[in-house]
């Protein structure tokens, strides 16, 4: 069994920062890409951005600049930093890992975590 444990949302002001973390525990024998994805009210749930097991990246335009994921793979967990924070970041973040556990590859989220950046 996996699981994984967001932490770091809440509520700030438009500019302000907030730092995201994802850890995955259980039976894991091997993590590919790690996430995050955010779905706001009424939209579709989207790509914010992901880290391959080798350290490359890649950001949704909308964040570019703005926000920086990263990873560390000796706690088998993922972080986003988001600075210079708006308003239309408001949305429920998850995380995504892809990992083998048991010979059995698969993406797993995280339960969600809420953001609200107020003007």
């Known amino acids: 069994q996996v699981q994984l444990v967001e932490s770091g949302g809440g509520l700030v002001q438009a500019g302000g920062s907030l730092r995201l973390s994802c850890a995955a525990s259980g039976s894991i024998f091997s993590i590919n890409a790690m996430g995050w994805y955010r779905q706001a009210p009424g939209n579709e749930r989207e790509l914010v951005s992901v880290?391959?097991?080798?350290?490359?990246?890649n950001y949704a335009d909308s964040v570019k600049g703005r926000f920086t994921i990263s990873r560390d793979n000796a706690k088998n967990a993922v972080y986003l930093q988001m600075n210079s924070l708006k308003p239309e970041d408001t949305a429920v973040y998850y995380c995504?890992?892809?990992?083998?556990?048991?010979?059995?590859?698969?993406?797993?989220w995280g339960q969600g975590t809420q953001v609200t950046v107020s003007s």
């Open positions: 880290i391959t097991s080798g350290g490359s990246t």
């Open positions: 995504n890992v892809n990992l083998e556990t048991y010979g059995n590859r698969r993406s797993w």
